[in-house]
């Protein structure tokens, strides 16, 4: 059974920092590339960032330069780093995994980016 576990989430004020963590199971972690998405209330659920097994990680135009996805294997977790944090940052944070026929998803962490 795979699971994703988000955790990170909270309120910041803008320009500051937060660490978002998914953990997952029931899949061999360092075969699969993940990946971060997020859905602001509204909105349609859009990409993020993403991580392969090996190799160059990749961002959405809108957070270049500001957030950093990273894995750490022998905790079966991926992570991402957002700094410089915006308003229009605020969103549910989604972890994902994709396979040839389907796809799993996190149940989301909230950011919330306000003064």
């Known amino acids: 059974q795979v699971q994703l576990v988000e955790s990170g989430g909270g309120l910041v004020q803008p320009g500051g920092s937060l660490r978002l963590s998914c953990a997952a199971s029931g899949i061999i972690f360092r075969d699969r590339a993940m990946d971060w998405y997020r859905q602001a209330p509204g909105n349609q659920r859009e990409w993020v960032a993403g991580?392969?097994?090996?190799?160059?990680?990749n961002y959405a135009d809108s957070v270049k330069g500001r957030f950093t996805i990273s894995r750490d294997n022998a905790k079966n977790t991926v992570y991402l780093q957002m700094n410089s944090l915006k308003p229009e940052d605020t969103a549910v944070y989604y972890c994902?995994?994709?396979?040839?026929?389907?796809?799993?998803w996190g149940q989301g962490t909230q950011v919330t980016v306000s003064s």
């Open positions: 994902n995994v994709h396979f040839i026929v389907t796809e799993y």
């Open positions: 991580i392969p097994k090996t190799g160059t990680t």
